[in-house]
């Protein structure tokens, strides 16, 4: 982890954790987590953010308490089963789908293993949002958000604004930044990708 500045970190593939699922049925790459040193039993976390790696048909995890969102980023993409809802099928890549963590899921994959992107929050502490960032423009700031987070999902982007110099965010690296005034508002930091293949997901984490 690169601590460029205080409230602004740079994470790389080396700062992740691979670890099996709650279940057991799957691999997880957790990207970001809070607090740190949570756990997916014995010490619940406030949010998470990861990327699951799904080679067969299978049951989700259950995590009661928990909104949790969702985007196809390899494969042909998969289907949803749920105990209270409506199946969902999932095929259009960056796409966030939104669901409860509480609900039984079975997934069933159209065509072959799939990797998602996954975010999930404890919706007693806090709340979250995903969206795909335009380039070039602007960082915006949620309404009550406290914590962005940008994943690049291939080719790369610079921030601008936020240091003397631009910060540069290749694939598979994470951008994680606490709000504060004076880069936020004052700086306006400006987002630019390096080609037209570059693809970046957004969290918005709201106490």
Same mark, same amino acid.
């Given at each position: 982890?690169?601590?460029?500045?205080?409230?602004?970190?740079?994470?790389?593939?080396?700062?992740?954790?691979?670890?099996?699922?709650?279940?057991?049925?799957?691999? @997880?790459?957790?990207?970001?987590?809070?607090?740190?040193?949570?756990?997916?039993?014995?010490?619940?976390?406030?949010?998470?953010?990861?990327?699951?790696?799904?080679?067969?048909?299978?049951?989700?995890?259950?995590?009661?308490?928990?909104?949790?969102?969702?985007?196809?980023?390899?494969?042909?993409?998969?289907?949803?089963?749920?105990?209270?809802?409506?199946?969902?099928?999932?095929?259009?890549?960056?796409?966030?789908?939104?669901?409860?963590?509480?609900?039984? @899921?079975?997934?069933?994959?159209?065509?072959?293993?799939?990797?998602?992107?996954?975010?999930?929050?404890?919706?007693?502490?806090? @709340?979250?949002?995903?969206?795909?960032? @335009?380039?070039?423009?602007?960082?915006?700031?949620?309404?009550?958000?406290?914590?962005?987070?940008?994943?690049?999902?291939?080719?790369?982007?610079?921030?601008?604004?936020?240091?003397?110099?631009?910060?540069?965010?290749?694939?598979?690296?994470?951008?994680?930044?606490?709000?504060?005034?004076?880069?936020?508002?004052?700086?306006?930091?400006?987002?630019?990708?390096?080609?037209?293949?570059?693809?970046?997901?957004?969290?918005?984490?709201?106490?």
């Amino acid at each position: 982890m690169h601590e460029l500045a205080s409230g602004i970190r740079l994470l790389q593939p080396e700062d992740y954790r691979r670890m099996p699922w709650k279940n057991g049925l799957g691999m @997880t790459t957790e990207l970001a987590v809070f607090p740190p040193d949570a756990g997916l039993v014995d010490k619940p976390f406030d949010w998470r953010v990861s990327i699951a790696d799904i080679d067969n048909h299978c049951e989700f995890s259950r995590f009661p308490g928990y909104d949790r969102s969702i985007l196809l980023i390899e494969g042909a993409g998969m289907e949803l089963s749920f105990d209270s809802a409506p199946s969902q099928r999932i095929d259009q890549p960056h796409l966030p789908f939104n669901f409860k963590g509480e609900t039984q @899921t079975y997934c069933r994959l159209l065509d072959g293993p799939v990797r998602d992107f996954n975010v999930m929050s404890a919706r007693a502490k806090c @709340t979250h949002a995903c969206e795909m960032p @335009t380039s070039p423009g602007p960082i915006r700031w949620r309404q009550h958000s406290e914590i962005l987070l940008i994943y690049c999902l291939s080719g790369g982007f610079s921030l601008e604004g936020l240091l003397d110099d631009q910060i540069e965010v290749n694939t598979g690296n994470t951008l994680l930044l606490e709000k504060r005034s004076d880069y936020t508002v004052v700086k306006n930091p400006k987002m630019s990708a390096f080609s037209k293949d570059t693809f970046a997901v957004s969290v918005y984490i709201s106490a």
